[in-house]
């Protein structure tokens, strides 16, 4: 085979694949940005969705450990909500956040006082009984009511109805 001959063969092979036609670039870049939307749309309910269990852990766990340290000390533990804030605490401590995305509802146990901050949502007794409201956590038509046995001072968790 001669050069002149090779020469030729890759000159026919480069002519036939000369790309993409603006064509299929349209289409492709079309099929990506509906791929996008759809995506995108997903990815922002699952975010909202995300915060709304995050908080719910957040909450319960809040909870959890409010009832333990009213066990290990001995005394009674507030827990209450500042609805300016979002802010879930335990005598005024250890705070937590909870998003916007997120509602919250709540029935007070007691009326707040002056110079408090929040309004009382829970009272762990020293003598292992409880008092308290109910505190609601929701998101798009669902939701998570908390409250307390008064008797055995344990958190009860149920769907919110």
Do not use: K
Request: charge should be positive; glycine fraction near 12%.
């Amino acid at each position: 085979m001669s050069v002149r001959s090779m020469n030729r063969g890759l000159r026919s092979t480069r002519a036939g694949a000369s790309g993409f036609t603006l064509l299929e670039l349209l289409v492709v870049l079309a099929l990506a940005a509906v791929a996008v939307t759809i995506v995108g749309g997903s990815a922002q309910s699952f975010m909202a969705r995300a915060q709304y269990h995050q908080a719910v852990r957040e909450v319960a766990s809040q909870l959890g450990q409010a009832r333990s340290l009213c066990v290990q000390e001995g005394r009674s533990v507030v827990v209450s909500y500042e609805p300016q804030a979002r802010q879930l605490t335990v005598d005024g401590q250890h705070p937590v956040h909870v998003p916007d995305a997120v509602g919250v509802s709540w029935n007070a146990v007691e009326q707040q006082q002056p110079g408090q901050t929040g309004q009382i949502i829970f009272v762990f007794n020293a003598d292992g009984g409880a008092r308290g409201g109910l505190l609601t956590i929701s998101r798009a038509g669902q939701g998570t009511t908390f409250r307390v046995n008064w008797l055995l001072g344990t958190v009860e968790q149920a769907p919110a109805s």
